[in-house]
């Protein structure tokens, strides 16, 4: 009977606490300093510089071969007629032939520069999708107030709406305070390392580091986590790591009439039903620790109280959330896709070696030797050998409190009501982690608000930005440059 009412006892102590912590969790609002802004743009001028700036097909391959380059060197005179003031004021670097680098002077050679980024090449086509475009995909035609067309969404609209917003600005005789520098790599949808990278290797030669550097990446959407009403700003303050593995497993050859138990393809399949099945573990690591507590505080009571008590509700948070296949299991494991098999030329012939290649995004708390380790387990007893293609590890975390992030959230929040900004763990990858040498604080968010059935469009089919969203853009990116 006394246990009873000690455990009765301590029940309600814990109860309580949840509900204190609740409490204090919902109320603990960081301030932000909400910067609006009055300026007026001109809809035509830049919606007409977007229509064409998508009619030039800055197609990337990642065999670069049946790359045509002569539309990377048409779009840099494009852009060189399109902002006049810009290539009057800025001094314009071009890197490795087709990777631009604008450097603004400011007022205040004692602050750190900033830096906005953005990549000029867009993925092709699909082949066999063409006709299901309702506009064809370079002409950049208006269609119900959208710009369609590949490009639109990922992402000439960062690099003409920043450019925009500087013209703009130098029309107006604005003079940034810290010097500003815009950057477009040629081969982000490669790998950036003919683009990124070089002009990378260029800064630091040039012992140039920066105070904050925002690129591509979350945007602002409605309804992508469904117990949270408001729209949602994702501004990603990491990305997972990337990796490419080849798997090559050995077994008997010989004629297809008197086959083994297990062909090689078939100890291929068996492992891949291994990696499916048995997934990697599941982590809470604290860059997605950030993201739920920050979307936490827009939820209803009783998620706030799991959210507030994750040290008692961890277990239960994470089964609900990690659903299979499912962005939030995404955020809380390595995920492992098997993408490419390969075994016999021949129908009757038994394959001596067979290969699938994993594609992996690495989550923070893991690393490729874990990743490696668990491929060889799924593969025990076989003859296997596991070939790097391509290994990188999760990148840095930056702050979710730093001053630019401030910054920036107020000024998402001037321009958009009722928004909540939440630092996010991208599991795609991007061109900015390659900067991650030259500036503690790196950032990815494309200033655009579309629902998040949209989403699917970038490198889609039917890609396409409002022209609300295009004239959002500049005024989102004036303001930030006259403000940091
Ligand atoms: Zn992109």
Redesign the pocket.
Known sequence: MVYLFIGIGVLIVIIVVMVIRTILFSNNEQYIEIIQSNSIINKDEVVKKLQEAIKIKTISNSDTSKTNYQEFEKFIIYLKNAFPLIHKHMNLSIINKYSLLYHWKGKDQLKKPGLIMA?IDVVPIEEGTENDWDVPPFEGKIKDGFVYGRGTM??KIQIITAMQACENLIKQGVVPERDIYLSFGHD??IGGQEGALKIVEYLKKEKITFEFVLD?GGAINTGAISSVKKAVAFVGIAEKGYSNLEVKIKAEGGHASTPPTNTSLGLVSKAICKIEKRKMKKRFPLVTRNMILALGKEMNFINQFIIANLWITKPLFMKAFAKPGTNGEALLRTTIAPTMAKASMEPNVLPQCASFTVNCRILHGDNGNKLIKYISNQCKGMDYKINILRMDEPSKVSDPNSEFYKMLSGVIKGLHDNTAVVPYLMVAG?DCRKYECISKNVYRFTPFHIPLEDMKRIHGTNERISEENIINCVRFFETLVKKC
Do not use: K, L, R, S
């Open positions: 990549h990922d992402i982000e949808e591509e991007t």
